[in-house]
């Protein structure tokens, strides 16, 4: 497996309550998966358990076979590359030294970026169409704009696993899609294992050919597409009433009542 959870649980000081209970998945090269719940359900906690900012109070998490917590920062982004929702930096950092900043990992301390650094760069800033902003401070950039730059910079470090914190919360509809379709592509062509964390069950069902779902901190129902998005279980993990329309090619969309 590529990355894998057994039996992770979280808790923040001062909760009195778990955040995420017991909660074990296993996730192979070349699958996309897509972590969908309700607010408070704890997929932001398990982005961050994966993605080795928050250390669970029982738990592991095994990349490649192994713990997170005996791989340096290097190690890892050798191999994850984690884009979160929001991101920020006090120093006046352009577009193309954000997007540089995923190469790092790849590259010598004593060596300059090669001529393929420089080529993987340059193609990652033009597949998410920030290429125009190069020399552009990242800190004056839109909300979605930064979004892009901080896909660009993953897409840079060439990782085999992907994780996603709602990559399309800030990107217009255009953008979106383009997002969406890229990332299926990656997935399909490169074999890439994508993690992707979204408030929007459409696009998720859309992309992805497995999903997670939970509700307050477990997983309720981990399966296809066809197995999770049944109207029942939405109704019981959302708290409201739903309807599943499907388009005669196994797509379902959910329609609130």
């Known amino acids: 497996m590529m990355i894998s959870a057994d039996n992770?649980?979280?808790?923040?000081?001062?909760l009195g309550r778990n955040v995420v209970s017991g909660m074990s998945f296993a996730i192979d090269k070349g699958e996309f998966v897509a972590l969908i719940g309700p607010n408070g359900a704890g997929k932001t906690t398990v982005f961050r358990v994966l993605g080795g900012y928050v250390k669970p109070s029982l738990g592991t998490v095994r990349i490649k076979d192994r713990s997170i917590l005996e791989m340096s920062r290097g190690q890892r982004a050798g191999i994850l590359a984690v884009v979160p929702q929001n991101v920020f930096t006090p120093l006046p950092?352009?577009?193309?030294?954000?997007?540089?900043m995923g190469r790092v990992s790849r590259l010598s301390r004593f060596i300059a970026p090669s001529k393929r650094d420089i080529k993987v760069i340059s193609e990652a800033m033009a597949m998410m169409d920030v290429e125009n902003y190069s020399e552009t401070p990242f800190?004056?950039?839109?909300g979605g704009e930064k979004q892009r730059v901080m896909?660009?910079?993953?897409?840079?470090?060439?990782?085999?696993?992907?994780?996603?914190?709602?990559?399309t919360a800030h990107l217009d509809i255009g953008h979106s899609s383009r997002l969406m379709k890229i990332l299926g592509e990656l997935n399909r062509k490169g074999n890439l294992a994508i993690i992707l964390i979204s408030h929007d069950?459409?696009?998720?069902?859309?992309?992805?050919?497995r999903m997670i779902l939970m509700k307050s901190g477990r997983i309720i129902r981990d399966g296809n597409i066809k197995?999770?998005?049944?109207?029942?279980?939405?109704?019981?993990?959302y708290d409201c009433k739903v309807s599943i329309l499907e388009d005669g090619h196994d797509a379902r969309f959910i329609v609130p009542l």
């Open 8 to 14: 992770i649980t979280c808790s923040y000081p001062g």
């Open 93 to 100: 950092y352009s577009v193309r030294q954000i997007v540089e």
């Open 139 to 142: 800190s004056n950039l839109s």
């Open 151 to 167: 896909l660009a910079m993953a897409l840079a470090q060439e990782p085999e696993i992907l994780l996603l914190d709602e990559p």
């Open 201 to 209: 069950i459409n696009i998720a069902a859309k992309y992805s050919s």
């Open 227 to 237: 197995e999770v998005m049944d109207s029942r279980l939405i109704e019981s993990a």
